[in-house]
């Protein structure tokens, strides 16, 4: 059985499932919920609730699960799973990083919790001009999409008054990405401004950061170079 709630005002569509579901609860009940929400909504915030009474999926119903799942694929900005089931938490942690959008886990006594991750700000990006026609790029968290909906336009109005410029992206409170639609925003971001700054320095405190580093070469135009997050002095000078 699937128990659809309206989408709440914060935008969060919670779907309950119990027992074992079969196509039928996907053709007359969530096929429908998800459709109206995602024309709605645009990408959809999701709380998906499975409790101890829920069985899991007939055949077809897992086949229209996949179906629905391909067809909503990129308009997922976040989900929450909710569940005691170590198979069900299992699996979100070994598919969650092939997910276009967030993916948390939570137990069933963490229910807030859960409507309060879908609901908060993850991530974020900033912007300073730090004088001296260079900018500093701070990654903060784990980023999703949402962080990057204003960075396009905040880079391009920096671009408009300095012109080319040197930059210093600081990675010292950087997690990673939540999904692979947050990845995509960032190799975007990298690919549309990769010929405007001059040097890029890295401020890191990470073996994979060092690593980004050497990738970026192959990305941007720009003479980079690597810094430890004890070196930030010395970023700016050699950007100076």
């Known amino acids: 059985m699937i128990t659809v709630t309206p989408v709440t005002p914060e935008g969060i569509l919670e779907i309950q499932l119990s027992g074992t579901l079969t196509a039928d609860d996907y053709a007359d009940t969530l096929t ?18 499975m409790g101890p ?32 089931a170590d198979w069900i938490e299992n699996m979100v942690q070994v598919m969650g990083f092939a ?3 967030a993916v948390e886990t939570f137990d069933l006594d ?11 700000s993850l991530g974020s990006l ?13 990654l903060l968290g784990k980023l999703d999409a949402a962080a990057y909906a204003n960075a396009d336009d905040k880079l391009d109005a920096y671009v408009r008054d300095h012109g080319r410029f040197k930059l210093l992206l600081d990675l010292r409170e950087f ?14 971001l990298v690919r549309d401004h990769r010929h ?5 320095a890295i401020l890191g405190d ?35």
């Open 110 to 120: 963490e229910l807030d919790d859960a409507r309060r991750w879908l609901t908060e």
């Open 175 to 188: 997690d990673g990405w939540h999904g692979l639609a947050a990845l995509g925003d960032h190799l975007k």
């Open 196 to 200: 405007i700054p001059t040097k890029v």
């Open 32 to 49: 429908p919920a998800m459709d109206e929400a995602a024309a709605d909504q645009g990408r959809l915030r999701l709380l998906l609730r």
């Open 126 to 138: 900033h912007m300073t001009d730090l004088g001296n026609n260079i900018l500093q790029v701070q």
């Open 206 to 240: 990470e073996g994979w950061q060092k690593l980004a580093q050497k990738l970026m070469r192959h990305f941007i135009s720009a003479e980079t170079r690597y810094f430890d997050e004890k070196d930030a002095g010395a970023a700016n000078a050699w950007l100076a």
């Open 53 to 84: 009474d829920f069985e899991g999926f007939t055949a077809k119903a897992a086949w229209a699960d996949a179906k629905l799942g391909m067809r909503h694929w990129s308009g997922f900005e976040r989900i929450a799973v909710v569940t005691d």
């Open 99 to 101: 997910m276009p959008g």
